[in-house]
T-cell receptor
């Protein structure tokens, strides 16, 4: 079963606008990771945020994590047509026994129009 | 460093056959995880191997099995294929498999007819 719920399921914006995607999860985590997937290809790792971190930046990406609300958000600033893809959040459960297991949300389909 | 590689990229099989998929992790990574992605169920964890040992397993039937070799390369086998096994199979590698980033390969698209 999917732990994460992502919101919205689909997002359509114009180039240059910002895109915000949200992710909620149910159990305690070690970390939360965001991935991008283009048209059924492999997943590209975007950013990892640990449970003791609240915010991380990488280029045009900003990720926040609120463990009290069990939620995270991914902000892409100044979107480009090349950002069009599906975006997934994935959590690694806490406790040290999640060996290699990430639990994924259903994903947000982002479309950026030129 | 070279990324995660998976072979073959595409595969067509018929019901009842078996299939073996291969994954080569990033050099130096000892953890390899396998995932199944379908439109209905999304991305689901199959199992993880570290230093040739299965450390974790998802909720899949025994028809799904795997192994890891001493060079960290991993194979996944599905026996007695069913139509519902049609999916994108992704492997991911990590240095430790816990509390670190997982890097995914391009996937193997399996179609069962």
């Amino acid at each position: 079963s999917q732990q994460g719920e992502e919101d919205p399921q689909a997002l359509s914006i114009q180039e240059g606008e910002n895109a915000t995607m949200n992710c909620s999860y149910k159990t305690s985590i070690n970390n939360l990771q965001w991935y991008r997937q283009n048209s059924g290809r492999g997943l590209v790792h975007l950013i990892l945020i640990r449970s003791n971190e609240r915010e991380k930046h990488s280029g045009r990406l900003r990720v926040t994590l609120d463990t009290s609300k069990k939620s995270s958000s991914l902000l892409i600033t100044a979107s480009r047509a090349a950002d069009t893809a599906s975006y997934f959040c994935a959590t690694e459960g806490a406790g040290g026994t999640s060996y290699g297991k990430l639990t994924f949300g259903q994903g947000t389909i982002l479309t950026v129009h030129p | 460093k070279a990324g995660v590689t998976q072979t073959p990229r595409y595969l067509i099989k018929t019901r009842g056959q078996q299939v073996t998929l291969s994954c080569s992790p990033i050099s130096g990574h000892r953890s390899v995880s396998w995932y199944q992605q379908t439109p209905g169920q999304g991305l689901q964890f199959l199992f993880e191997y570290f230093s040739e040992t299965q450390r974790n397993k998802g909720n899949f039937p025994g028809r799904f099995s795997g192994r890891q070799f001493s060079n960290s390369r991993s194979e996944m086998n599905v026996s007695t294929l069913e139509l519902g096994d049609s999916a994108l199979y992704l492997c991911a590698s990590g240095s430790r498999g816990v509390a670190d980033t997982q890097y995914f390969g391009p996937g193997t698209r399996l179609t069962v007819l």
